[in-house]
Nanobody, 126 residues
């Protein structure tokens, strides 16, 4: 059974950077579509970025040009580099895998993702 563990969250001032990591264990060897999602208090969960098994990426409009998703398949680790952070980026960030998808990721359909990490908090102060 695949398990995901996020790390790298924290508190930064606006304009700062953070790098989130998501380590997968119990990996079957099959490369799933993976994504980063976030949820702020009182708001719905939203897709931030996704990456296919062959490295194609997609981003929410709100983070394009600021965030970069990447994966190191050899290390079974997913990353999210976040630059130029804004207070509105404050949320709990989750990594997730869609075991039913490999070459097409559904960033706006968080319910498709069936493997989730526990989340890591990102707080951006103005």
């Amino acid at each position: 059974q695949v398990q995901l563990v996020e790390s790298g969250g924290g508190s930064v001032q606006a304009g700062g950077s953070l790098r989130l990591a998501c380590a997968a264990s119990g990996y079957t060897g099959r490369r799933y579509c993976m994504g980063w999602f976030r949820q702020a208090p009182g708001k719905e969960r939203e897709g931030v970025a996704s990456i296919t098994s062959d490295g194609r990426t997609n981003y929410a409009d709100s983070v394009k040009g600021r965030f970069t998703i990447s994966r190191d398949n050899a290390k079974s680790t997913l990353y999210l580099q976040m630059n130029s952070l804004k207070p509105e980026d404050t949320a709990m960030y989750y990594c997730a895998a869609d075991s039913g998808a490999t070459f097409v990721c559904y960033l706006n359909s968080w319910w498709r993702y069936d493997i989730w990490g526990q989340g890591t908090q990102v707080t951006v102060s103005s």
